[in-house]
């Protein structure tokens, strides 16, 4: 293609590209709904830890008054585990709105990197599974020999742990594959940038 | 093209700064997302970042690059996480289907060939093609890319080529 060429065919094609046009009022308008939804769902991931902490501390508290096992081992997983994971939520949270600094290749790799640190967490999944059945089973044990009485509401307990585990291990895999498209996506983009 | 006419921060208030370039940034997700209400989905994830980022640009000159640098990051983020939800990767993987609808007279479908077209070109010429269209210069396109000036030159031609192939194809 010559330059004369070249230029005849770009203007030609900018006429159309400029008449695909937007409502920008309308834009405005959606902006102004959505505009505080970041600090929103971030005081909801502050809020749930901090009311997981607080049910977490009742439980230790319940545990303590009444030398309980069952509450001091449930209390043991809601004061350590949601803490530990705010800051990754925070920051998960905080890097989704960051896009200034980053090229578009490298939010690729970001994304690439961050695929496959989630297909990692998946396998963690798998032994979350497990540690829940052998939490059971523990509690179980500790219930059948006499070294805690719990009754009624290990039968809940349980149950709501059963259930939870059927949902789980079909969404585990669900998002498996979902990640491993998503996997496979980056990789193919990449290599365009690649190539390019 | 290449002046920057728009808000500067100082002035750039969200209704400013989507009046200037908000039918840029529907342009930009219609080139990325073919079905309406994902678009419109990401639609408002770009005018929601732009605005969040705004406090952080600090040379002004440097707007129009600084806003579809993150129109286009988040149009990316938004093609890979949406792959989850679909079964093949048939619009954004390399070699992507090249169908467009036929030719015709009428502005509508004009415009429908030409988005068409620019969809399915491979990730890097489309974006500079798009940036290219929305008027930026080839050094703005290469700070909103992040790659060289020579290498925008040769990305457009040979996004122009493939787009000139696609389009005049029947």
Known sequence: MSDEQNDRFLAGIGDNWRRIGAD????HQQLRRTRHLPRLLRLAD???????FGVGCWFA????AGQSVFFALSALVLLAVPPALLPAALRARKDSLVWADETPEEVLRMSLARTEAALRMAVLGQWKMIVIQVFLAVLWIAETTGLMQAGEFLNLYTLISLVILAAYAP???????ALSR????CLNLIADFDAA | MGQNTGPTPDTATPQAVLKEFGAGFARVAASYERNAALREELLQEISLAVVTALPSLKDPARLRAFVFRIAHNCAVRHAVRNMRLRRTEGEYAAGAEKTVPPSGEDS?????????????LKLPYRQVITLLLEGLSYDEIARAAGISVSNVGVRINRAKAELKALLTHE
Do not use: C, F, K, Y
């Not at chain 1, 920008?24 to 834009?27: K, L, T, V």
């Not at chain 1, 969404?171 to 594959?177: A, G, H, V």
């Open chain 2, 108 to 120: 509508d479908n004009r415009q429908e060939r030409l988005m068409e077209a620019v969809r399915s």
């Open chain 1, 61 to 64: 508290w319940e545990a303590i």
């Open chain 1, 171 to 177: 969404w585990l895999e669900w998002r498996r594959t």
């Open chain 1, 24 to 27: 920008h009022a309308r834009m």
């Open chain 1, 46 to 52: 502050i809020s749930g830890t901090l009311a997981l």
């Open chain 1, 182 to 185: 998503e996997r496979d996506t």
